[in-house]
């Protein structure tokens, strides 16, 4: 079995890291083949590293630098987090476009991936995670790295229109075709980064599926991730799901729990949330002190302004809601900025009748995937979902919701409310099979397949000789 190197910003090397989801479907797949994790120790330093830091746990090694203040403002902050995150989930208007920004974001892209070439072997499969390093394939080519390097893209491609507006954007493609797989989470984002190809970059596809663009093959193929719903399971099972939910029911006094769980982010479309929430206990006032409205949403990337913005047009949506509609004994929407375990979320999903789940753009979203798999077979809740999740594609029978649509959102929540036990059974079977079927395994071995595949084509090997010939 070829080994695996493992490159993505955060690695498992802490094992409290190691507590669930993409971190343990890697940390396994990396344990059975002996293999190495790459990344950053998420410690600042003042002056360049002059080393990275080696070590070893389970069989596993770990392969990680520091960044300097100067990197982490203007790679991590800078590029990956204020350029690339908005532009990528359509969000140009909030993008900030500095071309120092892109200079760092490739420098350390290289950097980390001299680190890569300084411990590879040329039949190890390299597996990049996500858009902190767009540009790693083509800084691993350039630093001799020979073998079939794969990329998954975690959040969403954009459409070609919106890509475009990168100012980078013919250099990220031009080094994007350097990857031997793209994943991506959806057919839509597929699509996306297809057309982009072909249209503007000129590439062609071939009568197997991949694309032959700038010199290179590439296959371009949806992988949805999906989660581990047996230990998702096991969590909503857990003491501390128990005691969770007995803590929250206690609140409830027997309402009906409507649910929302995000991280704070302005993808995850909380404000339009909250506004449904306003107009749907304006349009149905027989729910008042009958239906409670919890969102969980700790701050995430809080030094990012925009996120501080949001914080504060959550506070004053919310207080308005409730200054509208509370009673003595009754507040109906409960914004949350405290961060809550895992097994805390499974065993609240558990008791909700309602999940929103309501990005405006999201690459998959996976509390989508746990809100259904927490839920009780025999009275399961409903989930409302956005049609610009990735997840929208598996689960249509979800309530898809345009999150936009304010009145849509809010006559979802009373669809919702109201629906019969066997429809929310029929809806609640339908979404947990595909669940199943595409697990976190079954994602992890669906990409790194054809990653291996590509050491076996004849062509892509005979590229990469003469490639490697040229220097
Ligand atoms: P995220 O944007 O973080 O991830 P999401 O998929 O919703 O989004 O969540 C990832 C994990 O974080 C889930 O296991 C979830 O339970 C957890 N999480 C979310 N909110 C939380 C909270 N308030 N407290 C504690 N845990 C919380 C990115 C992309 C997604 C994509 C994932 C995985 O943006 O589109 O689904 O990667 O590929």
Redesign the pocket.
């Known amino acids: 079995m070829p080994r695996v190197i493992a490159i993505s910003n955060r690695t498992a090397a802490d094992p409290s890291a190691r507590a ?3 971190a343990v479907a890697l940390w396994d797949a990396l344990r059975a083949s002996g293999g190495l994790w790459v990344g950053w120790t998420g410690n600042l330093v003042d002056e360049p590293p002059r080393s990275a830091q080696w070590s070893q746990d389970e069989g596993v090694e770990f392969l990680l630098t520091d960044l300097t203040r100067a990197e982490y403002d203007a790679y991590y902050i800078g590029y990956a987090n204020r350029t690339i995150w908005p532009v990528f989930h359509y969000r140009i208007d909030l993008a900030h476009f500095d071309s120092a920004y892109f200079d760092a974001y490739a420098a350390v892209n290289q950097r980390i991936a001299n680190m890569v070439a300084s411990k590879a072997q040329p039949d190890d499969l390299v597996w990049v995670h996500d858009y902190h390093f767009l540009l790693m394939a083509d800084c691993l080519r350039r630093a001799g790295v020979g073998g079939p390097i794969g990329f998954f893209l ?2 969403p491609f954009p459409a070609p229109e919106i890509f475009q507006a990168l100012p980078q954007h013919d250099w990220i493609a031009r080094a994007l075709s350097a990857y031997d797989v793209i994943g991506l ?1 959806s057919e839509h984002d597929r699509v996306n980064l297809t057309r982009y190809l072909t249209e503007v970059c000129g590439g062609v596809e071939t009568a197997d599926g991949r694309i032959e663009v700038f010199g290179n093959l590439i296959r371009v193929k949806a992988y949805p ?1 999906g ?1 581990d719903p047996a230990a998702f399971e096991e969590a909503a099972n857990s003491p501390e799901a128990t005691e969770a939910a007995t803590r929250l029911g206690r609140f409830l006094g027997g309402r009906d729990l409507v649910l929302g ?3 704070m ?1 302005y ?1 995850k479309g909380l404000p339009e949330r909250f506004a449904a929430v306003g107009q749907f206990f304006d349009a149905h006032p027989e729910f008042a002190g009958k239906v409670s409205v919890t969102q ?3 701050p995430s990337r809080s030094k990012v302004e925009e996120y501080q913005d949001l914080r504060q047009q959550l506070d004053e949506l919310a207080g308005r809601i409730n200054a509208d509609y509370s009673d003595l004994d009754w507040i109906p929407l409960r914004y949350l900025a405290r ?4 097994d805390e ?1 499974a065993g609240l999903y558990r008791i909700a009748r309602v999940g929103l789940v309501t990005p405006l753009r ?6 989508a995937k ?1 809100f259904v798999t927490a839920q009780r077979p025999e009275d399961p809740g409903v989930l409302i979902l956005s049609e610009f ?2 997840a929208a594609e598996q689960l249509p029978s979800a309530l898809l919701v345009n999150p936009h649509d304010t009145q849509q959102m809010a006559e979802a929540i009373h669809q919702a409310l109201i629906m019969p036990l066997d429809e929310r059974q029929k809806r609640w079977k339908a979404a947990r099979e595909v669940i199943e079927a595409t697990d976190l395994t079954w994602w992890r071995e669906a990409f790194l397949d054809d990653l291996r595949a590509v050491a076996k084509t004849p062509a892509k090997a005979a590229l990469r000789a003469v490639a490697a010939k040229a220097g």
């Open positions: 669930g989801g993409l975690h959040i989470q991730i989660i769980v995000d991280r982010d993808t969980i949403a700790p961060p809550y375990s895992r979320l999201d690459g998959m979203n996976l509390v746990e999740a990735g």
